[in-house]
T-cell receptor, first 109, second 115 residues
Framework: GQQVMQIPQYQHVQEGEDFTTYCNSSTTLSNIQWYKQRPGGHPVFLIQLVKSGEVKKQKRLTFQFGEAKKNSSLHITATQTTDVGTYFCAGQGYQKVTFGIGTKLQVIP | GAGVSQSPRYKVAKRGQDVALRCDPISGHVSLFWYQQALGQGPEFLTYFQNEAQLDKSGLPSDRFFAERPEGSVSTLKIQRTQQEDSAVYLC?????????????FGPGTRLTVT
């Protein structure tokens, strides 16, 4: 079945440093989505990537979808304490969406 | 408008009890998903509805789990004869359309504790 691996599982950064999380799927995806979950909260949709090689930016966040549509990354430039949370990728196959384990980001002020 | 709502927010059940978890999706959303999220893990897919049709229930862990969405709106996830391993947060998500545009909007979840 479809598997989505995400690394690293944990990341501690000093405020102002950059952060990247990577997502790899065992199968080609039709699209990939990224979500953020704050401690005690629920996943909140950030963005969806559909096209091979697609790059999207949201302020300090840059999302990439690989050429083979099997991997993706989220990069945060100059982290802030408000970026704290767990970032999940979710790869969509035919109909099912498979979530990665998430990367828990801690930002040290 | 209102987001996805779930009730109850917290449920404590004794092992062997039946529970029913409710999800009210965003009005007009066609797709509805149920996930199980254990502590420190990502959401694990349970089942998917498109309107009232349950198109995928491959993630339901056992025949003790049953979900329905009879009128294509509100959905209920029922767990019979709860076991301790059922303890988790159960998340419901809805989406406006289907397939390629499945950005999902999550509810706050129901935290189920089986004692």
């Amino acid at each position: 079945g479809q598997q989505v691996m995400q690394i690293p599982q944990y990341q501690h950064v000093q405020e102002g440093e950059d952060f990247t999380t990577y997502c790899n799927s065992s199968t080609t995806l039709s699209n990939i989505q990224w979500y953020k979950q704050r401690p005690g909260g629920h996943p909140v949709f950030l963005i969806q990537l559909v096209k091979s090689g697609e790059v999207k930016k949201q302020k300090r966040l840059t999302f990439q979808f690989g050429e083979a549509k099997k991997n993706s990354s989220l990069h945060i430039t100059a982290t802030q304490t408000t970026d704290v949370g767990t970032y999940f990728c979710a790869g969509q196959g035919y109909q099912k969406v498979t979530f990665g384990i998430g990367t828990k980001l801690q930002v040290i002020p | 408008g209102a987001g996805v709502s779930q009730s109850p927010r917290y449920k404590v059940a004794k092992r062997g009890q039946d529970v029913a978890l409710r999800c009210d999706p965003i009005s007009g959303h066609v797709s509805l998903f149920w996930y199980q999220q254990a502590l420190g893990q990502g959401p694990e897919f349970l089942t998917y509805f498109q309107n009232e049709a349950q198109l995928d229930k491959s993630g339901l862990p056992s025949d003790r789990f049953f979900a329905e969405r009879p009128e294509g709106s509100v959905s209920t996830l029922k767990i019979q004869r709860t076991q301790q391993e059922d303890s988790a947060v159960y998340l419901c998500a809805s989406s406006l359309v289907r397939r390629e545009r499945l950005e999902q909007y999550f509810g706050p979840g129901t935290r189920l504790t089986v004692t």
